[in-house]
């Protein structure tokens, strides 16, 4: 039988491609508290918190995704730097640079330097330098990531940063451009369809245009709303 830290596991493992994909995923949330109920409540949190992270990035609200990711960083049994690596990159979505020069500061501050690590330093860097309107750094700093995401052969993680990309330096820049057109094959292949909303709508040419039709966001459960720690 499968352990129950392992089937919980399994299970956001699961939410967290639903959620993406722009799915229904209420019975595998459901299934994933049955899951983690008898488990550590710390580590019960983070593999449900997770996932609201990933159901809010989806829906197109990258500030309530970096606030949970944030919280699980400064709360949680799961290791920091997942949860600031996933933090500060909601951040810079969501165009906040104070809070992901924090995740920045703190990912340092861990001492870690493996390749992932390293290269999500890179982007927070990139995503901070165009914030800042240092676009010729910022383009230096993409390139880099993205040729580790080549060696890596990791195209999600790609399109990833294309929308990273657009965020901080607009459809008019002509390299944010050419990965917004790769990442929009890759984003179809996976059947990502809420990222490639949100990829559609960063590249349209006026803020108040519509998204893909065939792209819909993911609707989020109401927990997700609340403040975390609230019963």
């Not at 129950?4 to 229904?24: K, S």
């Not at 940063?161 to 002509?174: H, I, N, Q």
């Amino acid at each position: 039988a499968i352990e129950p830290f392992h089937r919980a596991l399994l299970i956001n493992n699961l939410i967290n491609i639903l959620a993406v994909r722009g799915e229904p995923f209420d019975e595998e949330l459901a299934a994933l508290r049955a899951a983690t109920a008898t488990l550590d409540g710390a580590m019960a949190s983070d593999l449900v918190d997770e996932c609201l992270g990933w159901m809010a990035l989806t829906s197109g609200d990258p500030a309530e995704a970096h606030r949970i990711w944030r919280h699980g960083a400064d709360n949680h049994h799961s290791p920091a730097p997942a949860y600031l690596r996933l933090a500060g990159r909601a951040a810079i979505l969501a165009r906040d640079a104070t809070s992901a020069q924090q995740a920045l500061d703190d990912l340092d501050a861990t001492g870690l330097h493996s390749l992932i690590v390293e290269v999500t330093r890179t982007l927070l860097r990139a995503g901070l330098a165009g914030l800042e309107g240092r676009r010729a750094e910022a383009l230096g700093l993409y390139r880099e990531a993205n040729a580790v995401w080549r060696t890596l052969d990791l195209p999600w993680e790609a399109a990833r940063m294309a929308v990273e990309m657009l965020t901080v330096l607009g459809p008019e820049d002509r390299e944010a451009r050419a990965a917004a057109a790769e990442a929009r094959t890759t984003l179809a292949k996976l059947g990502a369809r809420p990222i490639l909303a949100q990829l559609e709508a960063l590249l349209a040419p006026s803020a108040g245009e519509p998204p893909s039709a065939a792209a819909p966001a993911t609707v989020l459960p109401a927990e997700v709303a609340r403040p975390l720690g609230e019963g």
